[in-house]
């Protein structure tokens, strides 16, 4: 077949244009996948510095046992490849406000709030007592909270379900939780109370580190679900 130069370059235009939309279509299609939505938790362990809050029986200061706890979630979390933001790290003290502006920068989608007590048993969930309202662009920095309410009891919801099915025993409770009244997300304070049998028999402390370990380990596990069902805002 012999071709006229007008022929061939007409070819070969053709040809040129084809390719190019081969390679754009084949980028397109290459594009890597959005980046999955941003998911924080923020750890608070209670007391600190010179508040050492409640004393166990062994003589443990509170303030110890939340920040060892802390340490034990916050690895059980960051294995689970969600990024943790902690209040504290060390021994040191933290006001209310500083706890509740390290929550709110870090847009975190759970916040718990470590306690822990010698009085009951299995774990303690609380929530704000704050009535449930309507969120504005500027809401006030002692009822932030009442914006979350809903998401938190929601939160609550999923953490005592986990730990109910782990065979924890579980209080829930509403009450005033300064700190946490200042947060702007979803937010549970989690007290740790003693382990007993079904007779009231004293099985472990809550500085125990197998006990403290097993519950963490609930905890990480509901906190993977709630991001996993895509139960954050």
């Known amino acids: ?73 916050r690895s059980l979390l960051a294995a689970r490849g969600i990024q943790v933001v902690t209040t504290r790290e060390a021994d040191q003290s933290v006001s209310m406000d500083q706890r509740a502006m390290i929550a709110n920068r870090a847009s975190a989608q759970a916040c718990i709030s470590l306690h822990v007590a010698e009085t009951g048993s299995g774990v303690h969930l609380f929530v704000s007592n704050l009535a449930p309202a309507a969120a504005t662009r500027f809401m006030p920095w002692k009822t932030a909270q009442a914006a979350w309410v809903t998401r938190s009891l929601a939160l609550t919801g999923a953490l005592n379900s986990a730990l109910t099915h782990a065979g924890t025993s579980v209080t829930l409770g509403r009450a005033p939780l300064p700190g946490i009244d200042s947060m702007s997300c979803p937010a549970v304070a989690i007290e740790l109370a003693p382990e007993r049998t079904a007779d009231r028999k004293l099985t472990a402390e809550p500085d125990n580190a197998d006990y403290q370990a097993q519950v963490a380990g609930v905890l990480a596990a509901a906190l993977l679900e709630w991001r996993t069902e895509g139960r954050q805002p």
């Open 1 to 73: 077949m012999h071709w006229s130069r007008r022929e061939f370059r007409a070819v070969c235009l053709a040809v040129i244009a084809a390719g190019l939309c081969v390679t754009a279509c084949g980028v397109r299609a290459q594009a890597p996948p959005a980046p999955p939505a941003r998911f924080v938790v923020v750890i608070d362990a209670a007391h600190g510095g010179d508040d050492t809050g409640g004393h166990l029986s062994d003589g443990q200061y509170e303030k110890a046992v939340t920040l060892a706890l802390s340490v034990r979630l």
